[in-house]
C-alpha cells in the first residue's frame, strides 16, 4: 500500500462492508455504500474509495463483487494472507467475546482491546468483534464500540440506560437514577452515539456553573472530547456554528448585555440538548424554564435525581419542556392528577403516562457495590449559659407577640396561584428559630431585618409599639455579646469532631444553612487547625473560586470543606467519605443529595455522616417529626424519597404546625403533648419509620428538656 492510500484498518474495515452487501446485492449506490460504514465520516469514506480507484462520481453505482476485489488487492501481500477468498476476518465466538467484556472498572476493557497489539489489521480485527458483540448482545452495544477512551469504561446499567434513551426514546427523556449512579455518563454515552452517526451533530448541553468544570473534565477524561470552558474566546459568528457547547444555564439564559448569547442559542437548531439538574428549570414562571422551553431541538435529555421539589406541577413542567403538550392544558392536568394544589391523586395512573418519557434506576437495581451508610446522632444535651438565657427569652419574646397578634394574616400565593391565608409572623419566627438552633448571630440578623419589619407592620395596625421596644432591647442587649466557641455548644461539639477527624486524615465536609453559620465556622476551624486546609463552598463565590475550592479540598491530605447547600448537588467528592450535617435540612431531599456527593460511584469506603442536633430546640422537634411519623410512600416516580408527600408535610405542617405549637404551649410538657399530637393526627397517614434515616433519632417520642 502507497503512502498515499487509507490506513489498512479502514481497508479492513470497507472490506467487511462489502462481504455484508455482496450477501444480498449485486450493485449498490454510492450513498447506501457510504451509509453502511458507520464507523467512519462519509468525507473520508469518499476520499477513501477515490484514492482506491473506485468510481465516487455523482450517481455512479458501486459493482460490490468488483469493488470488493479491486479494494483487497491494495493490500499489502504480506498481510493478504489474513483475508481468504471471500472469508471474513477471524473473531472469537460470542462466548468467547461475552469473557472480556468488563463487569466493572477494574476488569479488562472492551475499549482497550487489540490496541496493543501490533498492527492496524488487529485493531480491525477488535472493531470486528465488538460489532458482533453488539449484534449478539444489544444491552452492550455502546459498550462494544468502545465509545470511551483509554481504560475506561461504563457501567452495564449506564449502558443499558443509554440504550433505552438512544433507541426507544428516540433521545426524548427525563433520566431520574438515584442520586450516584452517574448520569453524566448516561447524557455523553447517548452524546457520543449521536456523534458517531452523525460527526456534524449539534448538542448544547446546560449544567449548574458549579458542576461545569466537573463535566468538561469527565468528557475529556472518559471520552476525549475537549469543550471550551469560556465562550468569550469565541466571536458571535464562532458561536453560531460550534457544533458542540457546554453552558451554565444561568450563562446560556443570559439577560441584559449577555441576551445576545441566548438569541443566538435559541435560534440554532439542536441535534441534542442535555440540561443537567432539571428540577432547577420545574417553576414555569422563571426564566430558567422559558428558556429551555424557547431552544429548538430534536432530542431532549433532562438529568435530575429529585424531579418533584414542591409540587406535582413539577413533573408536569418537566414533561412540558421534554415534549410539549404530552400532559395536557395544565388545569386538564389538575382535574385529572392532582388533589388539591401539590399531592398527586392517582399516583399509578400517572406513573404510566410518565413511562414513555422517564427511565428511573434505583441503586439496588445495579450490580455495583455501593458504600455502607453510617449515621451518628451528635446530640447537643446542654446549651451554655448564655445560650439559655438568649433562647429562652427569645422564645418568651415571640411567644409574646403572637400571642398578641396572632390574628394578623396575609395573603401568601401558592404553586396553583391560589391564595392561602397563613401568618407571616409564625414562618418568619420559625426561621429564627432555626437560625439560632443554628449560631445566635445568625438569628440575631434575621430578628433585626424580616422580623423587625413584620413587627413595624403589626405594630402599625394595633397602634402599640410594646412589642417593638422589647424586641429592639433584646437586639441591643445580645449582639454585642460574645458568641465565640467558649460560649456556643454546638460549634464547641464541631471543634471536638474537627479534631477527631483532622487527626484521623479524614477528608470531611461540613454543611450548613446558614452565611453567617458559614462564616464562624470558618473562622473557628482556620484558628484551631492552622495546620490542616479549611476551604469555604458558597453560592457567592465565582466559578473559578469553587472549582479551586474542589481542587483544594481533593489535593490537600487534611482538608474539610465547610459548603452551603451551593454544594449540596452536582459535585463528585467521593475522595472524601465523610459528610457532616451541622445544620440539619427540612427537606429530606436535600439531605440525599448531601450524601450524594460522597456516597457515588466510585467510592471504595464506608461513608460516615454526622448528624447534629440541639436538644429542646426547634431543631430537634424538626428531626423528630421528620424521621420518626414519616415513611417511605409511592410516588409517580414508583419507590422514591416521598418528593410530594414529604414536601407538603415540610411546608405546609412542620412550619405551621410545629411554628403554632412552639408558639401556643404553655411549657415544655404542653410542647411535648402538641408535638406527639402533630405527629399522630395532622401526619397519620405518613406514621411508621423514614427509611434509611430511622438510625438517627431515638425510637421513641420521650421529650427530654436540655440539661437533664
Not at 410539549?324 to 406513573?351: S, T, V, W
Not at 411567644?399 to 392561602?420: D, F, T
Request: glycine share 6%; with cysteine.
Amino acid at each position: 500500500m502507497t503512502a498515499e492510500g487509507p490506513p489498512l484498518g479502514r481497508i479492513l474495515t470497507y472490506v467487511r462492508v462489502l462481504e455484508r452487501l455482496r450477501e444480498r446485492e449485486h450493485f449498490v449506490s454510492l450513498p447506501s455504500f457510504v451509509d453502511a460504514v458507520e464507523e467512519f465520516p462519509p468525507k473520508i469514506v469518499r476520499s477513501d474509495l477515490q484514492s482506491l480507484g473506485v468510481d465516487v462520481r455523482a450517481g455512479a453505482a458501486l459493482d460490490v463483487h468488483a469493488s470488493y476485489w479491486s479494494i483487497v488487492k491494495s493490500v499489502p501481500a504480506a498481510e493478504q494472507r489474513e483475508i481468504d477468498d471471500g472469508a471474513t476476518l477471524s473473531v472469537p465466538t460470542a462466548d468467547e467475546t461475552l469473557a472480556k467484556i468488563p463487569q466493572s472498572p477494574a476488569e479488562s476493557h472492551v475499549a482497550t482491546f487489540g490496541r496493543e497489539k501490533g498492527s492496524a489489521l488487529a485493531a480491525a480485527q477488535a472493531l470486528n468483534l465488538s460489532f458482533d458483540v453488539a449484534v449478539g448482545n444489544p444491552d452492550l452495544f455502546l459498550l462494544g464500540h468502545g465509545r470511551m477512551q483509554g481504560a475506561h469504561v461504563a457501567f452495564r446499567h449506564q449502558v443499558a440506560t443509554a440504550r433505552h434513551v438512544a433507541e426507544d426514546m428516540k433521545g426524548l427523556a427525563i433520566v431520574a437514577d438515584e442520586v450516584g449512579l452517574g448520569k453524566t455518563n448516561i447524557a455523553a454515552l447517548v452524546l457520543e452515539e449521536i456523534l458517531a452517526d452523525d460527526p456534524v451533530a449539534t448538542a448544547l448541553v446546560l449544567v449548574p456553573a458549579n458542576v461545569k468544570p466537573q463535566w468538561a473534565e469527565e468528557l475529556s477524561k472518559f471520552f476525549g472530547r475537549e469543550l471550551l470552558l469560556d465562550i468569550r474566546e469565541l466571536s458571535y459568528p464562532e458561536l453560531e456554528v460550534v457544533p458542540v457547547l457546554l453552558l451554565s444555564l444561568d450563562q446560556a439564559k443570559g439577560t441584559g448585555k449577555d441576551s445576545a448569547v441566548s438569541e443566538i442559542l435559541r435560534k440554532r437548531m439542536w441535534d441534542l440538548l442535555i440540561v443537567d439538574e432539571a428540577h432547577d428549570c420545574r417553576n414555569a414562571d422563571r426564566l430558567r424554564f422559558r428558556f429551555v422551553y424557547s431552544l429548538r431541538a430534536r432530542r431532549r435529555v433532562l438529568l435530575t435525581a429529585t424531579p418533584i421539589h414542591n409540587s406535582g406541577y413539577d413533573m408536569y413542567n418537566l414533561a412540558t419542556l421534554l415534549k410539549p403538550g404530552y400532559l395536557g392544558q395544565r388545569r386538564f392536568f389538575a382535574e385529572k392528577h392532582m388533589a388539591g394544589d401539590r399531592i398527586i391523586k392517582d399516583n399509578d395512573l400517572l406513573q404510566q403516562r410518565l413511562a414513555p418519557l422517564m427511565t428511573r434506576r434505583l441503586r439496588r437495581e445495579t450490580d455495583i457495590p455501593f458504600a455502607k451508610r453510617n449515621f451518628k446522632l451528635i446530640e447537643i444535651a446542654e446549651f451554655k449559659p448564655a445560650e439559655e438565657v438568649i433562647y429562652d427569652e427569645l422564645l418568651a419574646l415571640l411567644k409574646g407577640i403572637y400571642s398578641r397578634h396572632m390574628g394578623a394574616a396575609a395573603k401568601v400565593s401558592r404553586a396553583s396561584g391560589m391564595a392561602q391565608h397563613v401568618s407571616q409572623f409564625v414562618l418568619i419566627a420559625m426561621l429564627v428559630l432555626r437560625e439560632m438552633a443554628s449560631h445566635p448571630l445568625a438569628a440575631l440578623h434575621t430578628l433585626s431585618t424580616a422580623l423587625r419589619k413584620r413587627v413595624e407592620d403589626l405594630t402599625s395596625i394595633t397602634r402599640d409599639d410594646l412589642d417593638l421596644v422589647k424586641l429592639d432591647g433584646f437586639i441591643e442587649r445580645y449582639t454585642g455579646q460574645p458568641w465565640d466557641t467558649a460560649h456556643h455548644a454546638k460549634s464547641c461539639r464541631l471543634l471536638d469532631l474537627a479534631a477527631e477527624l483532622f487527626a484521623r486524615d479524614e477528608k470531611f465536609i461540613v454543611y450548613v444553612n446558614y452565611l453567617k453559620t458559614h462564616e464562624l465556622l470558618m473562622k473557628a476551624l482556620t484558628e484551631q487547625h492552622p495546620d490542616c486546609a479549611v476551604i469555604g463552598y458558597r453560592g457567592a463565590q465565582d466559578q473559578d473560586e469553587k472549582t479551586g475550592a474542589r481542587a483544594a479540598f481533593m489535593s490537600e491530605k487534611k482538608a474539610c470543606l465547610i459548603s452551603t447547600d451551593a454544594g449540596g448537588q452536582g459535585l463528585n467528592l467521593q475522595f472524601a467519605r465523610t459528610i457532616v450535617n451541622y445544620d440539619f435540612p427540612w427537606n429530606p431531599m436535600r439531605v440525599e443529595q448531601r450524601i450524594g456527593r460522597v456516597d457515588r460511584v466510585g467510592q471504595e469506603r464506608d461513608v460516615s455522616i454526622y448528624n447534629f442536633r440541639t436538644r429542646g430546640t426547634v431543631e430537634e422537634y424538626v428531626q423528630i417529626v421528620l424521621t420518626n411519623k414519616l415513611k417511605e410512600c409511592r410516588s409517580v416516580l414508583g419507590e422514591f424519597m416521598s418528593p410530594l408527600q414529604v414536601e407538603k408535610v415540610y411546608e405546609d405542617k412542620l412550619t405551621m404546625g410545629i411554628g403554632r405549637a412552639l408558639m401556643e404551649s404553655r411549657d415544655a410538657a404542653d410542647m411535648r403533648k402538641r408535638m406527639i399530637s402533630l405527629g399522630e393526627d395532622e401526619l397519620r397517614q405518613y406514621v411508621g419509620d423514614y427509611g434509611q434515616y430511622g438510625k438517627i433519632t431515638p425510637p421513641d417520642w420521650t421529650w427530654r428538656p436540655r440539661n437533664q
